[in-house]
């Protein structure tokens, strides 16, 4: 139980476009779902919070207007690279809590941006 | 907001050797602790995690981890590692304000034939 779907495992893109990257909670509601950015050899870094029907809070240092976050119902959270450079290249990965204070992670996006 | 501190950021150990790696957290309450562990171009696996009551927590692959409150510490333990288990491992400390999950720098271990 408390899957998360991730999807793509794997997209890249030209430099200048958009990317969307999906999260889906298969067999439970994700009222919060949390984005980290994993760049190589380094730790993941906690970007943004979702909660949905509200706005996402994002850490600090994170360009808001850059990674769009939308929670709109409770099985799905998308986080959009927005005019993508090569230096947004990552590992992003979802996760959301659930009952009895665990967390699910998704498989994670490898994000390169051409 | 809480935090993890991992002071070590490579091991080496020899194959059939004990494991200790080390993790540090700052938090004010009681804390939601995890070790999960990633091979290169992998997601994250969670080895165990503890959140109240028996303070040694047994994990999957052979893995230990003990909280130790007035150490502020939650180390994984192995008392034979075996070449498979060379990867990264992070510590996490969960709950918080916001029930947010925060990372270690992690440690990459390395195993010696």
């Known amino acids: 139980g408390a899957v998360v779907s991730q999807h793509p495992s794997r997209v890249i893109c030209k430099s200048g476009t958009s990317v969307k990257i999906e999260c889906r909670s298969l067999?439970?509601?994700?009222?919060?779902m949390f984005w980290y950015r994993q760049f190589p050899k380094q730790s993941l870094m906690l970007m943004a919070t979702?909660?949905?029907?509200?706005?996402?809070?994002?850490e600090q240092g994170v360009e808001k207007d850059k990674f769009l976050i939308n929670h709109a119902s409770l099985t799905l959270s998308t986080l959009t690279v927005t005019s993508a450079h090569p230096e947004d290249s990552s590992f992003y990965i979802c996760?959301?809590?659930?009952?009895?204070?665990?967390?699910?992670f998704g498989s994670g996006t490898r994000l390169t941006v051409v | 907001a809480q935090s993890v501190t991992q002071p070590d950021i490579h091991i080496t150990v020899s194959e059939g050797a004990s494991l200790e790696l080390r993790c540090n957290y700052s938090?004010?309450?009681?804390?939601?602790l995890f070790w999960y562990v990633q091979s290169p171009g992998q997601g994250l696996q969670l080895l165990l995690k503890?959140?109240?009551?028996?303070?040694l927590v047994q994990g999957i692959k052979g893995f230990e981890a003990e909280f130790k409150r007035s150490q502020s510490s939650f180390n994984l333990r192995k008392p034979s590692v075996h070449w498979s288990d060379a990867a990264e491992y992070f510590c996490?400390?969960?709950?918080?304000?916001?029930?947010?999950?925060?990372f270690g720098a992690g440690t990459r271990l390395t195993v010696k034939p």
């Open positions: 938090y004010g309450a009681t804390p939601y």
């Open positions: 503890y959140f109240s009551g028996d303070t």
């Open positions: 996490a400390v969960g709950g918080g304000n916001n029930n947010d999950m925060r």
């Open positions: 067999d439970f509601q994700a009222t919060t």
């Open positions: 979702s909660n949905e029907g509200s706005k996402a809070t994002y």
């Open positions: 996760s959301a809590p659930y009952t009895g204070a665990g967390y699910t």
